[in-house]
């Protein structure tokens, strides 16, 4: 599965910006579906999650919680993650991951990483 993350960019402390990941596999055929972040001089941490689709569950780390909101477009095969009031803390680079399971095994795919910086 390739991934194709984008969306990123410079933007002023207390603006928004969506990041979009689109996996050259089907939604459907996916079991996690997430948004990683790598700030400079810190270990890769993971942002927002979300499992399923009829009724989705749903994960966000503390320091996004409110903030951050991951959601699926099943008709253009892409999920987002909207970021709004954002803060300088938020300067990552922001990667996004999937992965299948496949007869009792795991594989997990990454993105290329998109580049999320916020000016105070």
């Known amino acids: 599965v390739q991934l194709q993350a984008y969306g990123g960019g410079l933007v002023q402390a207390g603006g928004s910006l969506r990041l979009s990941c689109a996996p050259s596999?089907?939604?459907?055929?996916?079991?996690?579906m997430d948004w990683y972040r790598q700030g400079p001089g810190k270990e890769r941490e993971l942002v927002a999650r979300?499992?399923?689709?009829?009724?989705?569950?749903?994960y966000y780390a503390d320091s996004v919680k409110g903030r951050f909101s991951i959601s699926r477009d099943n008709a253009k095969n892409k999920f987002d993650l909207q970021m709004y009031n954002l803060k300088p803390e938020d300067t990552a680079v922001y990667y996004c991951?999937?992965?299948?399971?496949?007869?009792?095994?795991?594989?997990?795919?990454w993105g290329q990483g998109t580049q999320v910086t916020v000016s105070s």
């Open positions: 991951h999937v992965d299948q399971l496949y007869d009792g095994s795991k594989d997990d795919y």
């Open positions: 979300l499992v399923g689709d009829f009724r989705p569950n749903y």
């Open positions: 596999a089907s939604l459907f055929s996916l079991n996690h």
